[in-house]
């Protein structure tokens, strides 16, 4: 137990954070070209916001939320998602005086009960926008090309968009009449779960992942095909704008997506080269959410990438991430007064913005010169009381192996040229 990470939940090792970094350079200078500015949100809310904004009936709710009463006796969850955070922020700090639309971004951790598996943790990260107080369909056109430069950006190719509308409430309440006349001679065979979004929200059933399930919604009528007019010309209008720009798409009459905030818009990005946990993106309109939670009607529209599948699809990919460069100089010393020497130095080189490393073990000459190479030291100096007393040393080009005497008041000139 005490060596062993919680199950769902994984370290990310110093030699593998140059991928972080990298992606999280690419999100924030998407997000810069696109207008979004970050926030940051609490780890932490209260249960109801998740119960109100995610919803009642969604797989997060009904099954995965990591909920606990604090010592105050409040309920608390931890953020299973960051769009119900995002929105009480919006509501709770005024944003609608804001001009509008307001463009957010996040880049969080988020936390689920989940049944773990590859591409499924119980701590992952997401990347996420909100765009709030446009009701579209440009907007939801600007998000979509936005996931689609940034997957360009990355190199990454194996990914399809599919997109599709779960309509408004007036014509879900319509459509959900036939859904359910469809599904209720079969009700009885269906699972717990969808037992009970059949009267609350029948729409639900069709993101059911259980295989029982799944047959019996697979001949259902389907949502897109009962729109009503402002939903289908709305529909229309995203379809022109991605044909407008040049980005592909396919409709897809299933995505319904887990959350029960969605309205009209809803798209996923998806991979077939990463196994069962393909979605790599989800995303939708929401245009019920900032009312939900207590706020003045507000359109929105957001999505969210999981970075654990993001990173799986590159490695599948075979996309190499750049690897950090080595440090700048190594100095090795032999001797206490070398050493103390080279403590000096390599405090004033990275005053300098250099970066420098001495020995701090009491390693050999040899050891230091195989430690060096470790730590693909760019220069390489060796100093002994002779080079102390001269002021003058050898600066060895590690990658030319190239060999110089310099005076050693001129090594950061040196490295700096
Ligand atoms: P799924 O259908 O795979 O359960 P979801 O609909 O629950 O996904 P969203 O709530 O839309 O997912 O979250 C957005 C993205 O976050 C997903 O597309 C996926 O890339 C990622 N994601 C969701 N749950 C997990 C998880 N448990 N582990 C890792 N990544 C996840
Ligand atoms: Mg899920």
């Known amino acids: 137990m005490l060596t062993q990470a919680p199950k769902g939940t994984k370290d990310i090792l110093p030699s593998e954070i140059h991928k972080w970094h990298y992606i999280e350079k690419e999100i924030a200078q998407i997000c810069s070209d696109y207008g979004y500015k970050e926030i940051r949100i609490p780890v932490f809310e209260h249960t109801e916001l998740f119960q109100r904004g995610v919803g009642d009936t969604s797989d997060i709710v009904q099954k995965e939320m990591y909920t606990f009463s604090d010592k105050g006796g409040r309920s608390i969850t931890l953020r299973p998602e960051g769009t119900a955070g995002v929105a009480r922020s919006y509501i709770e700090n005024g944003m609608s005086s804001l001009p509008q639309p307001v463009k957010l971004y996040y880049n969080i951790t988020a936390y689920r009960y989940e049944n773990v598996q590859k591409g499924r943790y119980r701590e992952f990260h997401q990347f996420g926008v909100e765009a709030f107080g446009s009701y579209g369909p440009s907007i939801d056109v600007e998000i979509i090309s936005m996931v689609k430069l940034l997957f360009d950006r990355l190199g990454i190719n194996q990914v399809r968009l599919n997109i599709n509308s779960i309509g408004c409430p007036a014509c879900r309440a319509e459509y959900n009449k036939k859904l359910k006349d469809y599904l209720r001679p079969n009700l009885e065979n269906m699972c717990p779960t969808c037992k009970t979004r059949f009267e609350k929200n029948p729409l639900r059933i069709i993101d059911c992942k259980e295989q029982g399930c799944k047959k019996i919604t697979a001949g259902a009528p389907a ?47 998806v991979s077939d080269s990463i196994g069962a946990q393909g979605t790599v993106c989800g995303g939708g309109r929401y245009d019920g959410l900032i009312e939900e939670c207590g706020g003045k009607p507000t359109p929105g529209i957001g999505f969210a990438i999981g970075i654990e599948r993001l990173l799986m699809v590159m490695e599948n990919q075979g996309i190499e991430i750049p690897q950090p460069k080595g440090i700048d100089i190594f100095i090795a010393a032999i001797g206490e007064k070398a050493h103390k020497y080279a403590e000096k ?67 950061i000139d040196r490295l700096k040229m």
């Open 223 to 269: 949502l897109i095909d009962h729109l009503c007019e402002e939903c289908k010309n709305h529909f229309e209008g995203l379809k022109a704008g991605l044909d407008n720009i040049g980005i592909e798409y396919s409709v897809d009459k299933n995505i319904v997506r887990g959350l029960d905030y969605y309205t009209k818009t809803v798209f996923e990005f």
């Open 345 to 411: 130095k390599v405090y004033e080189l990275r005053k300098e913005s250099l970066s420098a490393e001495k020995d701090l073990m009491g390693k050999s000459l040899k050891a230091q010169m195989k430690y060096a190479d470790k730590l693909q030291a760019k220069y390489c100096i060796v100093l002994g009381d002779e080079e102390i007393d001269s002021g003058k040393a050898v600066l060895k080009n590690m990658k030319t192996g190239e060999e110089k005497e310099i005076s050693l008041d001129t090594i």
